[in-house]
């Protein structure tokens, strides 16, 4: 209560979409309240009654003060703006209310500095929402069984390791790792080196047709030198090779989808012509040297001449989400992606999503077209809409869903994906191609378990990427600098300003984890000092394990440069498939908004942590409620009037796999609180006379591509492929490519053929090649770098130390 200056204001007017309330404001350790009596309407003899408007803090993403001018008639403003896409702005009697409420926001949602210090730790439910417990709801064994996966069934191929049942192995994968039967735990153990953060290829679903399989991993770090791991590369052929001789048991009885594991099983061999399975026929496809990826990405569900052919030669896909000039500049610092002449029998496609900080600038293009809502009743501005590219980033999305579902679906071929550390992009593609094969994940408890699974289990950075402890950047006073010194963040003596300045400076750390030594305690204490919460020997100092402290309890700070709508692209990818399919799912679109709601209201503890290891340590099962507990116990108010659980896959609209329809995604308009008119007038996308080039340049606005970067309208996902054979729009990868110096000196010799005009794709990974090799070089000549002779262990610092900080900065920039 210290925070707030002020818990009650009366005569405040709310000014939303140009009308007017007049009330009383209230300020809670956890809500701003403004309650109300509307206006009675004419005609309705009965007394209105009171209203109130209730917002987090978390939500806040935008506070600020507007002064009463000198000797003007205008009253002192505070305008909020709500990452759930609301808009308010209050208006106050004098300046001093206005100041103390302001100062009261920002203390009570920029100066918590931990995580337990949100509504979660402290929120307790009424009746009859107490009666569930949504932590109980995802068993990670429970649905691994439903999949077939149990150590009783052995015949598909696939085991639950627990190597890393103690987080020791990698801290951001689940406690259970299900992996190829053939591979043993040591095999992992130095595959996991080859991974970054030792995010290994790991199932995470298992068609019960065919048994073939999504997997997801983090990029390879092949290092400077190009190294290779026959351990990774014997993890990814064991997870190719899981469902050769294998055969399913058919059930062609029409089920109602997700009631039993196999219920939902059909017979793909036996359904009618009509079926909205796509087809390719491989033989042409050899033939004419088209890809897998070309077909896929090319076919349509309206092409109904074309002959339907089922069980097509197996090709298996290495998925990289990243815009290929990314992928390969990732190869000059020692990361990149995977040398596909050491995995053969299988294509690599980019799919050029781009990264977290383009999204966010799309976002904010995004919020610019509605900024001004709070006061007028205006439409979004359509051209700002339109240059924020956030459709054609959901449409890309989809697209690289519908190839990860089509090449496991109908080609019967395995898919492993990645980005770059494997918890953003490649939740989305995982997660919604799950919802694309498997009836259960359109379930309300199926879509709980995926998100459980795939984002919570497998781990996704959503503190990092929602930044629940707001920041001071995003609270402004107009025409007055912040004096950040009244709160302790930074001291009046020159000096000490500049020792804090370059202490943060030379200790900064861009590895996703909060950089502790940049906060100071207010009492004098050194957050830095704090009990090490990774460290398991308890028992070298007996005296401190008791206070040893979670994920909740660390000091924390928010990086506005990690903040990224990950999470709200999944959700808005999933309105997509519930629009165009609008029988196939069970929950509604109002689900949706909600969950969205409660990702930053911080009422519930399940998006609260990065991995389950921090949900564990922090004892959150114990001390928070489970978001899905608001939802159980409304079910009715979350279910799809529409839905209809049969699954026969003889019947069109009822099959058991939905694809995305390419070229229809559209704004979600319920989201941001206006009408389908106001949003989607230009039709399911934005024509692309609007749209113009962008770039790929985090500083540019995001309103274009270039190279990998976003498609425009007409153009395929896949950015670029490679084979052990061949490679397009990827670079060639036999033999090495010369360095891009050497691009305007080479003359063809009168003997040769002329060779083609490089690409920007064959640009950049020459230049990236050839940055490695002058390191790789340079270090070899100073004699560092050699890992003759030394441990795993050794090896992986050594290769640490060598890229230095660069590397974490690329890996923060390209992630």
């Known amino acids: 209560m210290d925070k ?6 009366e005569n405040v007017t709310l000014r939303r979409r140009g009308d007017y309330y007049t009330g009383t404001l209230h300020l809670m350790p956890h809500h701003l309240v403004f309650s109300f009596l509307p206006a009675p309407k004419p005609g309705d003899a009965t007394p209105p009654r009171q209203k109130e408007t209730w917002v987090t803090y978390p939500m806040i993403s935008y506070c600020c003060l507007r002064p009463s001018p000198p000797a003007a008639t205008m009253k002192p403003l505070i305008r909020i703006r709500g990452r759930d896409m609301t808009f308010y702005a209050f208006e106050f009697l004098d300046d001093k209310q206005a100041r103390d409420v302001y100062d009261s926001i920002r203390s009570l949602s920029c100066k918590l500095g931990r995580l337990d210090k949100l509504l979660a730790f402290s929120y307790v439910p009424k009746p009859p929402e107490n009666q569930y417990n949504g932590w109980e709801i995802y068993d990670a064994r429970r649905e691994w069984k439903r999949l077939g996966i149990s150590p009783k069934d052995t015949d598909k191929g696939w085991r639950i390791s627990e190597i890393n049942i103690e987080y020791k192995y990698s801290k951001t994968y689940p406690a259970l790792i299900v992996v190829p039967s053939k591979v043993s735990d040591s095999v992992l153990r130095y595959a996991g080196e080859y991974r970054s953060r030792q995010r290994i290829p790991a199932l995470v679903y298992r068609h019960p047709i065919n048994n073939c399989s999504i997997t997801r991993s983090s990029q390879p770090q092949p290092g400077i030198r190009g190294n290779r791991n026959p351990q990774d590369e014997r993890l990814v052929a064991a997870i190719f090779a899981t469902n050769r001789g294998w055969k399913a048991t ?22 009618a012509a009509n079926s909205s399975f796509v087809g390719v026929g491989d033989a042409e496809s050899e033939s004419n040297g088209r890809t897998v990826a070309d077909d896929l990405t090319e076919s349509s569900e309206t092409e109904a001449d074309t002959p339907k052919v089922y069980g097509a030669q197996q090709r298996n896909l290495i998925v990289d989400a990243r815009p290929t000039v990314n992928a390969y500049a990732m190869q000059a610092v020692g990361l990149g992606s995977e040398r596909m002449t050491y995995y053969p029998g299988a294509e690599k496609a980019y799919l050029g999503i781009d990264n977290i900080h383009v999204m966010r600038k799309s976002l904010e293009y995004v919020i610019d077209a509605l900024k001004d809502t709070d006061l007028l009743s205006l439409p979004p501005n359509k051209e700002r809409l339109a240059k924020s590219n956030w459709i054609k980033h959901i449409a890309n999305i989809l697209d690289g869903v519908n190839l990860i579902a089509q090449t496991v679906g109908i080609m019967h071929s395995h898919v ?12 989305q593609l995982s997660a919604l191609s799950q919802i694309c094969l498997d009836p259960y994940y359109r379930t309300m408890e199926g879509f709980i378990v995926l998100v459980e699974k795939d984002w919570l289990s497998f781990g996704h950075m959503f503190r990092h990427r929602s930044g629940f402890l707001s920041s001071d950047k995003w609270f402004s006073i107009e025409n007055e600098r912040i004096d950040r010194n009244r709160d302790g963040q930074g001291g009046a003596n020159p000096f000490e300003n500049a020792i804090r300045v370059g202490r943060g400076l030379f200790n900064r750390q861009n590895d996703s984890n909060e950089s502790l030594n940049q906060m100071v305690e207010p009492n004098g204490s050194d957050p830095t000092k704090l009990p090490d919460t990774t460290s398991t020997n308890d028992s070298a100092n007996p005296t401190k394990s008791s ?4 994920a909740a309890e660390e000091h924390r700070i928010t990086k506005v440069n990690e903040l990224s709508p990950v999470f709200h692209q999944f959700l808005d990818a999933t309105y997509q498939l519930l629009y165009q399919h609008p029988t196939r799912f069970e929950f509604n679109e109002r689900f949706l908004r909600r969950l969205f709601y409660h990702l930053y209201s911080c009422q519930y503890g399940t998006f609260l942590f990065d991995n389950e290891k921090e949900r564990v340590e922090a004892r959150a099962k114990e001390r928070t409620r489970s978001v899905w507990d608001y939802f159980l116990c409304r079910r009715q108010e979350f279910t799809n009037q529409n839905y209809d659980p049969t699954v026969d896959d003889s019947i069109r609209g009822k099959e058991r796999m939905i694809f995305p329809k390419k070229g229809e995604a559209r704004w979600w308009p319920e989201f941001f609180g206006r009408n389908d008119e106001e949003m989607n007038s230009y039709g399911p996308q934005a024509p692309s006379n609007i749209l113009s080039p962008r770039t790929s340049n985090v500083n540019s606005p995001p309103n274009g591509r270039s190279g990998a970067s976003t498609p425009i309208p007409q153009e395929p996902i896949v950015t670029g492929t490679e084979s052990a054979e061949t490679a397009t729009g990827a670079g060639i990868t036999e033999p090495p490519m010369p360095p891009t110096h050497a691009y305007p000196k080479v003359s063809t010799p009168s003997n040769a053929s002329a060779s083609p005009t490089p690409s920007p ?21 100073i004699g560092i770098g050699s890992s003759r002779g030394t441990s795993p262990t050794a090896r992986s610092r050594s290769r640490s130390r060598s890229t230095g900080g660069t590397r974490k900065d690329m890996e923060v920039e390209m992630q």
């Not at 009631?259 to 036996?270: A, K, M, R, T």
């Open 250 to 271: 058919q059930n062609t009885i029409p089920t109602p989808a997700g009631s039993s594991p196999g219920s939902s099983i059909v017979n793909l061999e036996e359904s």
């Open 416 to 427: 492993l994906i990645h980005c770059s550390d494997g918890w953003d992009r490649t939740s």
């Open 547 to 550: 206070s040893k402290i979670g």
């Open 4 to 9: 707030i200056r002020v818990s009650k204001v």
């Open 761 to 781: 794709f064959d640009a950049a990974a020459a230049l990236s090649r050839d940055i490695g090799q002058n390191l790789a070089a340079g270090i070899a000549k």
